[in-house]
């Protein structure tokens, strides 16, 4: 349909501290922003555009801050509009804040669809390109790189082509160094926009830097930058995670990964790509914003595999069922176990813990028939690895016992109008009885308290163990409160984290299963480092 015409070397302009922080949900401090930049200082982007100084007082902040600091590659940018239009530019608010922000790229969008200009700036069409000529060459004539944002572009091209192209003409003429095409809508359909692209390379020289900003209200955001490089843009914009306004931005953690390892191997020499995944985990925890699972290249099931036959085949040869190597992008490949698996997950999963079942296929197939019937019954092991292990290693006989529950009671009151939960807990340990007592902020914590009141004791490495997530599912809401439920527990200490899971039609009893599978794979993880020294 087209012709590939893969520019020399294409620049990365990450706008997840502008364009990102539209999206809804997200609010960075300067703290965050700031740190977020350094992160991507280091990962290697070209250009962090840092706010719209003009904006808000955060933003101006961030830009004071950032001025003070010392970048080892990235150049920061920030962003605004061309002046209004009853300023001129040595008096426009916002063409001054982006001066004063004193950062060496200033990006300003402009109007290119007639539909903006009459309606939402009510101006003529020649009043527009004065404003798009005037902020330019302003901003250039104080030594800014200049880099034009061209606002609606695609549909403003699909109004009336020869308004739009002479609106990137002007910015063009003006000075600025960088002409970007922009699906603001973000619905514009891979097809159209190749079309627009080579109309507008003809008009322009192939010396002109023509750039991509897409939005990801079609779902095609990261196709349709694909090709935009495909057909020669070489300045890419987008954010870590796709975060943006709406249905967000081009997102850089599926887009880098096919510039480098599908297009041309001599793409983003200062790309740290195996830094990928820990950067987008990491910028997702500064939104706080639970990470995407199933992401591409950079998600917890990105390179998961559950079918059996699936499992079979990457045993064998990963490139099966995985279009890249994981480790390309800092990810990993993993096995998942559920009522889909087979032999071949059972003898994966046994490989990764240390145990040897290729010589024992009877004890294999008995472990992933008991797998089916736990699962069956409501038991999860997806996000439950840690509860996975000791099955198997109960079921293989290879499982010390470290305690036993001699009983557990917990009491709930109602006390001067506060609602207050204490559990007392028998445990055995070696022949040692320990009788215990807890409060906590409702029946599962005090168990939980009770439970490592009475086990600190005699093993004291328990008190670097904190629960980090706690999730109950209803099995059957047709039971309404009598229904059974699963409950998954997610526990880490300072090395690792992993999960547990307990299923019963008592809420109480299903966390008691997870969080004794918890303690337990914490002092089986102990014991067997302690074997290894």
Same mark, same amino acid.
């Given at each position: 349909?087209?012709?590939?015409?893969?520019?020399?070397?294409?620049?990365?302009?990450? %706008?997840?501290?502008?364009?990102?922080?539209?999206?809804?949900?997200?609010?960075?401090?300067?703290?965050?922003?700031?740190?977020?930049?350094?992160?991507?200082?280091?990962?290697?982007?070209?250009?962090?555009?840092?706010?719209?100084?003009?904006?808000?007082?955060?933003?101006?902040?961030?830009?004071?801050?950032?001025?003070?600091?010392?970048?080892?590659? +990235?150049?920061?940018?920030?962003?605004?509009? @061309?002046?209004? =239009?009853?300023?001129?530019?040595?008096?426009?608010?916002?063409?001054?804040?982006?001066?004063?922000?004193?950062?060496?790229?200033?990006?300003?969008?402009?109007?290119?669809?007639?539909?903006?200009?009459?309606?939402?700036?009510?101006?003529?069409?020649?009043?527009?390109?004065?404003?798009?000529?005037?902020?330019? =060459?302003?901003?250039?004539?104080?030594?800014?790189?200049?880099?034009?944002? =061209?606002?609606?572009?695609?549909?403003?091209?699909?109004?009336?082509?020869?308004?739009?192209?002479? %609106?990137?003409?002007?910015?063009?003429?003006?000075?600025?160094?960088?002409?970007?095409?922009?699906? %603001?809508?973000?619905?514009?359909?891979?097809?159209?926009?190749?079309?627009?692209?080579?109309?507008?390379?003809?008009?322009?020289?192939?010396?002109?830097?023509?750039?991509?900003?897409?939005?990801?209200?079609?779902?095609?955001?990261?196709?349709?930058?694909?090709?935009?490089?495909?057909?020669?843009?070489?300045?890419?914009?987008? %954010?870590?995670?796709?975060?943006?306004?709406?249905?967000?931005?081009?997102?850089?953690?599926?887009?880098?990964?096919?510039?480098?390892?599908?297009?041309?191997?001599?793409?983003?020499?200062?790309?740290?790509?195996?830094?990928? @995944?820990?950067?987008?985990?990491?910028?997702?925890?500064?939104?706080?914003?639970?990470?995407?699972?199933?992401?591409?290249?950079?998600?917890?099931?990105?390179?998961?595999?559950?079918?059996?036959?699936?499992?079979?085949?990457?045993?064998?040869?990963?490139?099966?069922?995985?279009?890249?190597?994981?480790?390309?992008?800092?990810?990993?490949?993993?096995?998942?176990?559920?009522?889909? *698996?087979?032999?071949?997950?059972?003898?994966?999963?046994?490989?990764?813990?240390?145990?040897?079942?290729?010589?024992?296929?009877?004890?294999?197939?008995?472990?992933?028939?008991?797998?089916?019937?736990?699962?069956?019954?409501?038991?999860?092991?997806?996000?439950?690895?840690?509860?996975?292990?000791?099955?198997?290693?109960?079921?293989?006989?290879?499982?010390?016992?470290?305690?036993?529950?001699?009983?557990?009671?917990?009491?709930?009151?109602?006390?001067?109008?506060?609602?207050?939960?204490?559990? @007392?807990?028998?445990?055995?340990?070696?022949?040692? *009885?320990?009788?215990? +007592?807890?409060?906590?902020?409702?029946?599962?914590?005090?168990?939980?308290?009770?439970?490592?009141?009475?086990?600190?004791?005699?093993?004291?490495?328990?008190?670097?163990?904190?629960?980090?997530?706690?999730?109950?599912?209803?099995?059957?809401?047709?039971?309404?409160? =009598?229904?059974?439920?699963?409950?998954?527990?997610?526990?880490?200490?300072?090395?690792?984290?992993?999960?547990?899971?307990?299923? *019963?039609?008592?809420?109480?009893?299903?966390?008691?299963?997870?969080?004794?599978? *918890?303690?337990?794979?914490?002092?089986?993880?102990?014991?067997?480092?302690? @074997?290894?020294?």
């Amino acid at each position: 349909m087209y012709n590939k015409n893969l520019p020399p070397q294409v620049v990365i302009y990450d %706008t997840t501290l502008r364009d990102g922080t539209q999206g809804e949900g997200i609010s960075f401090s300067v703290e965050d922003k700031l740190r977020i930049a350094r992160q991507l200082d280091r990962f290697g982007v070209d250009y962090i555009e840092g706010g719209w100084p003009g904006s808000n007082q955060k933003d101006e902040t961030f830009f004071q801050r950032a001025a003070q600091m010392k970048w080892q590659h +990235a150049k920061i940018a920030a962003f605004g509009s @061309t002046r209004r =239009a009853k300023n001129s530019v040595e008096v426009d608010p916002n063409i001054q804040a982006l001066l004063r922000a004193n950062t060496p790229v200033c990006t300003i969008f402009g109007k290119t669809w007639d539909l903006h200009v009459t309606y939402a700036l009510q101006i003529n069409l020649e009043q527009n390109l004065e404003l798009i000529r005037d902020s330019v =060459a302003y901003l250039k004539s104080h030594q800014r790189e200049v880099i034009y944002d =061209a606002e609606h572009f695609f549909d403003g091209f699909k109004a009336d082509p020869d308004y739009a192209l002479v %609106t990137l003409k002007i910015a063009r003429e003006a000075g600025a160094e960088c002409l970007v095409l922009c699906d %603001t809508n973000g619905g514009t359909l891979t097809g159209d926009l190749i079309e627009i692209i080579k109309k507008v390379k003809a008009e322009f020289p192939d010396t002109v830097c023509l750039g991509i900003h897409t939005h990801n209200d079609a779902d095609m955001a990261v196709a349709n930058t694909i090709v935009a490089v495909e057909l020669g843009c070489q300045h890419i914009q987008g %954010t870590i995670n796709g975060y943006g306004e709406r249905c967000g931005n081009a997102n850089l953690c599926s887009v880098l990964p096919a510039l480098k390892l599908k297009l041309s191997s001599d793409y983003l020499p200062n790309i740290e790509l195996d830094k990928l @995944t820990g950067l987008s985990r990491y910028i997702s925890e500064e939104a706080n914003l639970p990470h995407r699972y199933n992401a591409p290249y950079v998600g917890q099931s990105a390179f998961a595999h559950k079918g059996g036959i699936h499992v079979s085949a990457i045993r064998k040869n990963s490139k099966c069922y995985e279009h890249i190597t994981p480790e390309l992008v800092g990810n990993t490949q993993r096995i998942l176990i559920s009522e889909l *698996s087979g032999q071949s997950n059972i003898l994966s999963k046994a490989e990764k813990y240390g145990l040897d079942l290729e010589h024992l296929t009877p004890k294999a197939q008995a472990i992933v028939q008991k797998l089916k019937e736990m699962e069956h019954l409501g038991y999860q092991f997806e996000a439950a690895e840690g509860s996975f292990e000791i099955l198997m290693k109960k079921l293989l006989q290879q499982l010390n016992h470290y305690f036993s529950l001699e009983g557990f009671r917990v009491i709930i009151e109602k006390r001067n109008g506060n609602s207050i939960s204490e559990a @007392t807990i028998k445990v055995n340990v070696d022949g040692q *009885s320990e009788h215990t +007592a807890a409060e906590g902020v409702g029946p599962v914590n005090a168990l939980d308290n009770a439970l490592r009141k009475a086990l600190e004791k005699f093993y004291p490495a328990l008190r670097n163990v904190r629960l980090t997530d706690y999730k109950v599912r209803v099995l059957d809401e047709k039971q309404a409160t =009598a229904a059974k439920v699963r409950v998954l527990i997610e526990s880490a200490d300072e090395n690792e984290s992993w999960g547990t899971v307990g299923v *019963s039609d008592n809420i109480i009893e299903a966390s008691w299963q997870a969080l004794t599978d *918890s303690i337990s794979y914490k002092l089986m993880k102990d014991a067997m480092q302690n @074997t290894a020294k």
